[in-house]
């Protein structure tokens, strides 16, 4: 019985030493966009199997994709309240609860969004996210490639936009909207095709990749060739699922929630769309108008009034509105990613 007690103990220790490292933890992913586009499939998933791989195998990441777990405007408060250990986040599905952060989404200030991610990384790591993230980690951040107006009929300038129904990417585009005159329609990206479809909206701002993500090139089939946009979508993480990881598993986290990652994840989404856009352009159905440099130059100017809105709304929260804005230029400045 001695011999097999020693025996049954040292099965037990090294059945033990492997399960150990087997995997240690499995963390909820959550996202709302469908498996298979260039959002989840050229950045989620290679960023989670990353981390899979980085840590030996003890860290498995179970995504569920195409708000599965909860609506696409839920998935800061699913990561911050525990629901998700991780969630893909749109902050500017939430108008006004990120002030700061809502820079990001002012046009025609980027025009690079692999160097801009890395941007936006560190600017905002600096100068805002402990104000208004405080109760999640921050990993990543995961803009589109520069983005464009797709309408039903040619715009080319500011003025085409009055008296026409747009969905907007995020709340400040939907402000811009309003001040040119249109009315926008504020629906999460899955259910744009159905808003165009019925004739609720008439145009949408949207990433190149989007028109085929989403079949939406017969819907809309004129497209605004400039860099109109963007929308840097954020990976956040539960801070107790970050506090509950062994020392060696925050190490991998850390390493991967880091700017030179915000740039990786990016570069496969932004050369999704940056084929799409060649692919439109082939297309004898689709149309890309090219604005004039008098229609850019009017674009800009339209744009900003939305600057001062944006000051204001940080100085009521507290923030030094004017330096947090120079900083954010010279970060861009610094990547090479200004418009």
């Not at 109109?228 to 506090?243: G, I, R, T």
């Not at 496969?268 to 008098?294: I, Y």
């Not at 009521?316 to 610094?334: M, N, P, R, S, V």
Request: glycine letters at 8%; proline letters at 6%; aromatic letters at 8%.
């Amino acid at each position: 019985m001695r011999y097999a007690s020693v025996a049954l103990c040292a099965f037990l220790t090294v059945a033990g030493t492997v399960g150990a490292h087997a995997q240690d933890v499995t963390l909820r992913l959550s996202h709302w966009v469908p498996p298979s586009i260039a959002p989840a499939s050229k950045g989620i998933e290679p960023w989670a199997r990353s981390v899979e791989a980085a840590s030996g195998g003890s860290i498995a990441v179970q995504i569920f994709p195409a708000q599965q777990l909860g609506k696409a405007p839920d998935h800061y408060d699913m990561a911050a309240k525990g629901i998700v250990d991780l969630a893909w986040v749109n902050p500017g599905y939430t108008a006004g609860r990120f002030p700061i952060y809502a820079l990001t989404e002012v046009p025609f200030m980027a025009d690079d969004s692999i160097k801009g991610a890395q941007a936006i990384h560190e600017w905002y790591m600096e100068n805002g996210a402990a104000q208004e993230m405080g109760d999640v980690k921050v990993c990543f951040i995961h803009p589109h490639a520069p983005g464009a107006l797709h309408s039903k009929v040619d715009i080319t300038g500011p003025a085409g936009i009055k008296g026409k129904n747009i969905r907007p990417a995020h709340a400040t585009m939907a402000r811009f909207v309003s001040l040119l005159g249109g009315g926008p329609v504020q629906v999460p990206a899955p259910e744009v095709r159905e808003a165009l479809s019925k004739g609720t909206a008439e145009a949408v701002t949207f990433p190149w990749g989007a028109m085929y993500d989403f079949k939406l090139t017969e819907e809309v089939p004129v497209h605004l060739d400039m860099p109109f946009y963007l929308s840097a979508q954020v990976m956040v993480m539960n801070k107790a699922s970050y506090e509950g990881l062994s020392a060696a598993n925050k190490a991998v986290i850390d390493e991967h929630c880091s700017p030179e990652w915000s740039g990786k994840v990016s570069s496969g989404w932004v050369e999704d769309d940056l084929a799409a856009r060649e692919k439109l352009k082939a297309d004898a159905k689709q149309r890309l108008n090219t604005p004039t440099a008098e229609e850019v130059t009017a674009w800009r100017e339209a744009a900003e009034p939305l600057i001062e809105e944006w000051k204001a709304r940080v100085v009521a929260k507290g923030g030094d509105a004017d330096a947090i804005l120079d900083a954010y230029k010279a970060a861009l400045q610094e990547h090479g990613a200004a418009y």
